[in-house]
């Protein structure tokens, strides 16, 4: 069900809020505990209950908060709130790391009425450990399989909140992207995901890996509920530097999603970016067909097939990401209850090695030692390197846009999902988050379809601050194809396509 219609019948009193949060207390307990063992929720949080009487107490005292109002949501494990959960980013390393803090982001949620039922399990350290590593997989929370076919790999990182909605374990959930963390598992989960442009939600109190990259972000069922987060999300933070302009920018995305209605693409024009296809014949053939449901709703295409410094400025992004995560992990580390041990990045390689049974039976943390070693890195030529990089990502997407006078560019997400091998790790293919991720703009993927019975996502992306644009494309997209199917729990997919590029 969708947020409204859950909505609807709290309104209606056909359910309370403390029955919804029974309900899928007893889905997750048959379909992720049991069942075919999804393993998307890490952990459910104790209150959840009573918070759940408290919203049907005001709801029946007239007082509602707006359309999230007991609501059951998840968060993913590397964001904090308060009360006796730890935030663990998947690592045993940080079992202990119960803050007391909430981050901004379920602050707001919690004031707009939802309840935050679970904390869902992650590819570990936000996929940032290992160049081998298995998306979905963390030493607390083990492997995440995709409901579509249980053989086949969730993405990540934010694999937990995925699966956790497409099985409608959740009403909906908050994952967190640097690059295609959010996108990834959104498409090939059969979901709605939207990575905001960087600064207009606050990360403040969330695990990082660089504060030029990072942000959180809604994974839902349909556009209309991504709409309905993001309202509740977005929002400047005195904290966080990066939302000094988020207020100023910030808008009713969910007003603008139901006033566009089925006509968002109307006189829309949009690029196709073309040199992001070719890895996957039939998402091609499933793009092409988007693409003329596109026109069909009133949009022009404009091919794209070329982008400046591509190759170099998905080289250069992993030396910022490396740079960063190093200097980042240890000041946020440096805030951790006394009971985490493990104060620096070097002091986490450290623990991987000595618990190498447990944190490191099917791969290792290269990236963690490369991080480590870029102490030695010289700082200005650094600083330089990574205001050219972003710079790239950003002005070429803004001169392709400026160029043939476009809304939005579009593009396939990813590939499907691909069989998930533990000894192996992930087999990467195409993407098309690496040039939003960089620039720090948003990026929406939709369902598009499906391939082998495994769904496949359809990008828009757009300039800084354009979220409301792309939400009501991508809502008049939907609302035309109606390409989402919800998930049957197969042992397999008849097809065992290739693998999308790995994501943060």
């Known amino acids: 069900m969708s947020l409204a219609a859950l909505q609807r019948d709290l309104t209606g009193l056909r359910v309370t809020s403390a029955a919804l949060v029974d309900l899928y207390l007893r889905r997750i307990r048959d379909l992720d505990s049991g069942g075919p063992a999804l393993g998307s929720v890490l952990a459910i949080n104790a209150e959840a209950g009573a918070e759940a009487r408290r919203l049907d107490e005001e709801r029946a005292a007239g007082r509602l ?60 350290w936000a996929n940032f450990r290992s160049t081998t590593s298995t998306s979905g997989w963390s030493a607390v929370g083990g492997l995440t399989r995709n409901p579509y076919a249980l053989d086949r790999n969730a993405c990540g990182s934010s694999s937990g909140s995925g699966v956790a909605v497409a099985a409608s374990l959740v009403a909906a959930a908050i994952g967190t992207e640097t690059d295609g963390s959010v996108t990834c598992p959104a498409a090939i989960n ?54 000094r302009e988020a207020d100023a920018r910030r808008t009713d995305y969910a007003a603008a999603v139901a006033a566009a209605g089925d006509t968002g693409l109307n006189g829309t024009r949009l690029g196709v970016l073309r040199f992001l296809m070719g890895y996957d014949p039939a ?59 493990t104060r620096t990045l070097a002091e986490l390689i450290a623990f991987n090695a000595a618990n190498a049974t447990r944190e490191m039976p099917h791969f290792r943390q290269e990236l963690f030692e490369r991080s480590e070693a870029t102490a030695n890195h010289d700082g200005a030529a650094y600083a330089r390197l ?97 390409p989402r199917r919800p998930p049957r729990f197969a042992p397999t997919s008849p097809a065992a396509p290739a693998a999308p590029a790995g994501s943060r």
């Not at 059969?190 to 600064?199: A, D, H, S, W």
């Open 386 to 482: 990574k205001a050219t990089v972003k710079a790239a990502a950003a002005r070429g997407l803004d001169a392709v846009v400026a160029t043939h006078r476009l809304d939005a560019l579009i593009a396939p997400t990813t590939g499907p999902a691909w069989l998930t091998n533990l000894q192996t790790g992930d087999t990467f293919s195409g993407s098309a988050a690496t040039l939003p991720a960089v620039a720090g703009y948003p990026h929406l993927t939709v369902p598009m379809g499906f391939v082998g019975g495994l769904p496949v996502g359809l990008s828009f992306i757009g300039p800084a601050w354009s979220e409301a644009r792309l939400l009501v494309m991508g809502h008049a997209f939907e609302r035309r194809a109606q």
């Open 283 to 341: 998402v091609d053939a499933i793009f092409t067909s988007a693409v003329a449901q596109l026109e069909a709703g009133g949009a022009v295409v404009v091919n794209i097939d070329t982008f400046p410094d591509l190759e170099r400025i998905a080289a250069d992004e992993l030396t910022v990401l490396l740079t960063d995560f190093r200097t980042e992990i240890n000041a946020y580390l440096a805030t951790t209850p006394a009971a985490v041990r």
């Open 65 to 124: 908060r707006g359309p999230l109002h007991g609501i059951p949501i998840a968060i993913k494990d590397n964001i904090e709130m308060a009360g006796g959960l730890p935030t663990t980013a998947g690592s045993l390393a940080l079992a202990a790391n119960v803050t007391g803090r909430e981050a901004p982001l379920v602050a707001r949620l919690k004031d707009a009425g939802a309840i935050v039922l679970a904390k869902t399990n992650l590819s570990e």
């Open 190 to 243: 059969g979901l709605v995901g939207l990575k905001p442009t960087v600064g207009l939600v606050s990360r403040r109190h969330v695990i990082p890996i660089t504060a030029a990259q990072d942000t959180a972000g809604p994974m839902t069922r349909t556009v209309a509920d991504a709409a309905v987060i993001l309202t509740a999300i977005a929002g400047s933070d005195d904290q966080d530097p990066a939302t």
